[in-house]
């Protein structure tokens, strides 16, 4: 009996002590841990590396925007001022003093016949800005195409003085035959003809592109110079594949328009940009749009015509301003004169 009891109670504690003794975690290798603990390290490195690359991207998207705002405020700029005007302002210094008597000399020279030359103290030649205008600093223009009030005289196709080819972003009016040397440089082209009706005038602008490959593009120029289809552009090897637009900006807005982040609000604001703008009435107080997006060419203007001067005939020309695309190379937020191709 007692056997019969000690072998129950055997039983029962080897029952009792089964549970206890699977539940007990086995010991992990030595092995094992060390390589818990390496993956452990590769998952922290990985984090720590993912979160130094987005640092790194947003670190770059700030710079990139910086840059984008930098470009943005660059002042707009007036080629016409920068290229085609001259302030003249004598000299004070005392080297110019001491020069006096020199330059009376000269004159007195020049008057006997004898050739001179001006010296530099005589004349200063300067960047010319709104402020000298209002300020009624004296002026010289480079030509008669332009007025010493920041105004160039664009002629029609007909003009006898003054050319109907316009570089925007030189702000230089050329004839035709300074726009044979420089045709890619030719963004717009104006051309007044009674050719489509002999009673209501057609005034266009006209792109370079559209005036070479177009086979109708020569009635535009029908009038005193030009009677049949050989019109100078049809020639020309290279032509600029602008833009143009008619805008609904007045004067005073275009006054206002001061940086590159202000010219291009306006400019994706205007709608039917094509190769060519036709008006049948005289276009005093309009502002047209010109854009170009070439390879070797990108640039946004404005071209502001305060009168609009004749018809169709030898005298009709328009009294413009301009403002273009302001490229800064020092990053000092004023356009830099180098970055536009100044010589012909």
């Known amino acids: 009996m007692k056997q019969a009891l000690l072998c129950t109670f055997c039983i029962c504690l080897l029952v009792i002590s089964l549970p206890l003794t699977a539940q007990e975690p086995a010991k992990k290798s030595k092995a094992v841990k060390t390589a818990e603990t390496a993956n452990q390290k590769s998952r922290e490195i990985s984090e720590a590396s993912g979160q130094i690359m987005n640092e790194s991207q947003q670190v770059a998207s700030n710079v990139q925007q910086t840059v984008a705002n930098a470009k943005a405020v660059v002042k707009i700029f007036e080629p016409i001022l920068r290229f085609r005007l001259k302030k003249k302002a004598a ?54 195409a332009y007025n010493t009030d920041g105004t160039a005289n664009l002629g029609s196709q007909n003009n006898k003085k003054f050319g109907c080819y316009i570089d925007m972003m030189r702000g230089a009016i050329l004839d035709e035959v300074d726009a044979a040397g420089q045709s890619k440089s030719i963004d717009l082209i104006f051309t007044a003809t009674n050719a489509f ?42 032509v600029n594949e602008s833009e143009v637009a008619m805008t609904a900006l007045t004067g005073d ?39 170009t997006e070439m390879g070797d060419r990108t640039a946004y203007g404005l071209l502001y015509i305060m009168n609009h001067y004749g018809t169709t005939g030898e005298n009709g020309y328009l009294k413009v301003k301009i403002k273009v695309t302001g490229f800064d190379a020092t990053g000092d937020g004023n356009p830099d004169a180098s970055m536009y191709q100044t010589s012909y």
């Open 91 to 144: 000299s004070e210094s005392p080297v110019a003093s001491a020069e006096a008597p020199v330059a009376a000399q000269q004159e007195q020279a020049a008057g006997s016949g004898e050739q001179t030359a001006t010296t530099q103290s005589d004349m200063q030649a300067t960047y010319v800005t709104p402020s000298d205008i209002a300020s009624g600093t004296e002026i010289i223009a480079e030509s008669a």
């Open 197 to 238: 009706n002999e009673q209501v005038p057609m005034y266009a602008f006209l792109t370079p592109s559209y005036v070479k490959n177009d086979a109708f593009a020569y009635n535009f120029f029908k009038g005193v110079n030009y009677k049949d289809r050989n019109i100078p552009p049809a020639s020309w090897e290279e």
């Open 253 to 291: 807005k275009f006054e206002k328009i001061q940086n590159n982040n202000q010219l291009m609000a306006v400019i994706k604001q205007v709608r039917g940009f094509g190769q060519k703008v036709e008006s049948r009435t005289k276009l005093d107080g309009k502002v047209i749009a010109v854009k």
